[in-house]
């Protein structure tokens, strides 16, 4: 199983950047999909969940209103689309696949892991 995200980058605060994941070698539809982001000193911390068919999502609190996660099983990828980016928005960008197909917050109970997307948001 392998996860390429992609779509990082620098913006300005107030700006968006839509973050792509592609999952090969398996059937993606099996799979629960999140989003978490790590930054300098600090912990990877959950960002969004969705489930197999999208039907359910989850947010942490500091990005509610903000992003969206969203999935095409046709196109095995999942996005996240972040809107009125903030400064405390920079991080390296990870999806995560659990193939208990879990929404889960918790990085423990994701089993693949994609390299990482740099977003870097300007003040």
């Known amino acids: 199983v392998q996860l390429q995200a992609s779509g990082g980058g620098l913006v300005q605060t107030g700006g968006s950047l839509t973050l792509s994941c592609v999952v090969s070698?398996?059937?993606?539809?099996?799979?629960?999909m999140a989003w978490f982001r790590q930054s300098p000193g600090k912990e990877r911390e959950f960002v969004a969940v969705?489930?197999?068919?999208?039907?359910?999502?989850n947010y942490a609190e500091a990005v509610k209103g903000r992003f969206t996660i969203s999935r095409d099983n046709t196109k095995n990828t999942v996005f996240l689309q972040m809107n009125n980016l903030k400064p405390e928005d920079t991080a390296v960008y990870y999806c995560?696949?659990?193939?208990?197909?879990?929404?889960?917050?918790?990085?423990?109970?994701?089993?693949?892991w994609g390299q990482g997307t740099q977003v870097t948001v300007s003040s």
């Open positions: 995560a696949a659990d193939p208990r197909g879990s929404v889960l917050p918790r990085p423990s109970v994701y089993e693949y």
């Open positions: 070698g398996t059937t993606f539809s099996d799979y629960g």
């Open positions: 969705i489930s197999r068919r999208g039907s359910a999502t």
